[in-house]
């Protein structure tokens, strides 16, 4: 299991896994999460955690109403892959 946790102080959600640091930059401006960077490690690539920190962007953008503008091309990628979240496109 991933844990993800919300650094609003500095915009991003991060994971540790095997003491290795990821994370997912945004920035957020009148009600718009702009999703900049998705940065996983190679060493702990492959595990579905890009995919974790960026579900759970999501989820938070839709539990405050946020609209979603994915600049980072894993999160682009991620969204259309998941037409659930369709309804969060800026």
């Not at 009600?31 to 995919?51: D, K």
């Not at 974790?52 to 609209?67: C, D, F, M, S």
């Amino acid at each position: 299991m991933i844990t993800v946790i919300q650094d609003t102080e500095r915009s991003r959600f991060t994971a540790t896994v095997d003491g290795v640091l990821c994370v997912l930059d945004y920035q957020l401006q009148d009600g718009e999460m702009a999703i900049t960077h998705t940065g996983v490690p190679s060493q702990v690539g492959g595990r579905g955690i890009a995919a974790e920190l960026t579900r759970q962007a999501l989820l938070t953008a839709r539990a405050n109403g946020w609209t979603v503008r994915p600049l980072c091309s894993y999160a682009a990628v991620y969204m259309r892959r998941h037409p659930e979240y369709n309804d969060l496109l800026a």
